[in-house]
């Protein structure tokens, strides 16, 4: 079993930046794909950016390509979103996930989630 605890979200004005932070728990993260998803009220829940065990394979939703990096620390069991040139558009509640590879991140095949944190960006 896999806890794990998203933080970092908070009020950011357009422009700005955040960086999301992802703690695992009871396990550890070194064989999972990891990912992030969000949702925006009234809206489902998408992918975001996903990142392979290894940390090397990476991938993002068309929307956040040039902007949002994610990056895993298999030594700390963690994973990071960084988020650059947030627009009105990014505000939502964000998610982070484990999955077995990061073709079940990209297509929701998800097996842990985290609790969510709260991302809202001001114009």
């Known amino acids: 079993q896999v806890q794990l605890a998203e933080s970092g979200g908070g009020l950011v004005q357009a422009g700005g930046s955040l960086r999301l932070s992802c703690a695992a728990s009871?396990?550890?993260?070194?064989?999972?794909?990891m990912g992030w998803f969000r949702q925006a009220p009234g809206k489902e829940r998408e992918f975001v950016a996903g990142?392979?065990?290894?940390?090397?394979?990476?991938d993002y939703v068309e929307s956040v390509k040039g902007r949002f990096t994610i990056s895993k620390n298999n030594a700390a069991n963690t994973v990071y979103l960084q988020m650059n040139s947030l627009k009105p558009e990014d505000t939502a509640v964000y998610y982070c996930?484990?999955?077995?590879?990061?073709?079940?991140?990209?297509?929701?095949?998800?097996?842990?989630w985290g609790q969510g944190t709260q991302v809202t960006v001001s114009s």
């Open positions: 996930a484990a999955a077995t590879n990061i073709g079940s991140v990209r297509t929701g095949k998800i097996d842990y």
């Open positions: 009871g396990r550890t993260l070194r064989t999972y794909a």
């Open positions: 990142v392979s065990w290894s940390g090397i394979g990476k």
